[in-house]
């Protein structure tokens, strides 16, 4: 005979608040994987003795969600961590609270309650340097014809397990470009967020594969998040 089987805290009505951190992820900090990086940020909440909402269910865990994961290697002062609650706290305590406990390399910026859902993300900027195997003006000259070509095509692999081409041109805008005595200076503009991604490796990558380029040193920073009439998600 089937049972009836409910979940544990089904009955309990325990009251949420919901809260948004911007924080920077930078140095070392910026090798962690994203998973990784989730598991650290749970066991900072749970080090820092706020009053954690837990989801509710068979398997109770912290609440916490990132809107847009964070490419490897990639430093940011602008990532975003929702997170919630059981007592509505000052958001200076909470980020005091919560930057106490973070690593070096982590850092809390601030705390706000959320106003724009994850969903409304829709680009990234990014500024990225890098010291190419060939001359600074070489390499800025090859980048420029790379973005005069008519398409961009890379091999994108689909929920069916096949692969498509898709021309990543028209999703990549070039906000500056430039070199100087060794170092080959971009600012881009990129699609994030759930309707298109495009991941700044991705582009660097398909240029330097073309060209048969290599670098020696690269950074790549996050600088804004955006919702898409240009304005900044956090």
Same mark, same amino acid.
């Given at each position: !005979?089937?049972?009836?089987?409910?979940?544990?805290?089904?009955?309990?009505?325990?009251?949420?608040? *919901?809260?948004?951190? $911007?924080?920077?992820?930078?140095?070392?900090?910026?090798?962690?994987?994203?998973?990784?990086?989730?598991?650290? !940020?749970?066991?900072?909440?749970?080090?820092?003795?706020?009053?954690?909402?837990?989801?509710?269910?068979?398997?109770? =865990?912290?609440?916490? !969600?990132?809107?847009?994961?964070?490419?490897?290697?990639?430093?940011?002062?602008?990532? /975003?961590?929702?997170?919630?609650?059981?007592?509505?706290?000052?958001?200076?305590?909470?980020?005091?609270?919560?930057?106490e406990k973070c690593p070096d390399g982590i850092? /809390? /910026?601030?705390?706000?309650?959320?106003? =724009?859902?994850?969903?409304? /993300?829709?680009?990234?900027?990014?500024?990225?340097?890098?010291?190419?195997?060939?001359?600074? *003006?070489?390499?800025?000259?090859?980048?420029?014809?790379? !973005?005069?070509? *008519?398409?961009?095509?890379?091999?994108?692999?689909?929920?069916?397990?096949?692969?498509?081409?898709?021309?990543?041109?028209?999703?990549?805008?070039?906000?500056?470009?430039?070199? *100087?005595?060794?170092?080959?200076?971009?600012?881009?503009?990129?699609?994030a967020g759930n309707d298109f991604n495009l991941?700044?490796?991705? $582009?660097?990558?398909?240029?330097?594969?073309?060209?048969?380029?290599?670098?020696?040193?690269?950074?790549?920073?996050?600088?804004?998040?955006?919702?898409?009439?240009?304005?900044?998600?956090?």
């Amino acid at each position: !005979m089937a049972q009836n089987i409910t979940p544990k805290l089904s009955t309990l009505q325990i009251e949420k608040f *919901d809260y948004r951190a $911007v924080y920077a992820k930078c140095g070392r900090a910026k090798y962690i994987s994203h998973l990784d990086f989730m598991r650290s !940020m749970q066991r900072i909440i749970k080090r820092s003795k706020l009053p954690v909402w837990h989801t509710q269910g068979f398997n109770p =865990h912290v609440y916490i !969600m990132f809107p847009l994961a964070l490419p490897l290697g990639t430093d940011s002062r602008v990532e /975003i961590m929702d997170f919630a609650l059981t007592e509505n706290l000052d958001n200076e305590q909470v980020r005091k609270q919560l930057d106490e406990k973070c690593p070096d390399g982590i850092e /809390i /910026i601030s705390i706000s309650q959320p106003v =724009h859902k994850h969903t409304e /993300i829709k680009s990234a900027d990014y500024e990225i340097s890098f010291k190419p195997n060939i001359s600074a *003006d070489d390499c800025l000259a090859k980048w420029n014809e790379f !973005m005069a070509l *008519d398409k961009i095509e890379i091999e994108k692999r689909t929920k069916k397990k096949t692969v498509n081409l898709v021309d990543i041109k028209p999703h990549i805008t070039v906000l500056c470009a430039s070199a *100087d005595s060794e170092n080959v200076n971009l600012s881009l503009h990129l699609p994030a967020g759930n309707d298109f991604n495009l991941n700044t490796n991705v $582009v660097l990558d398909t240029f330097f594969e073309r060209y048969g380029i290599d670098f020696e040193t690269i950074c790549t920073l996050r600088t804004k998040i955006a919702l898409e009439n240009g304005e900044s998600f956090t």
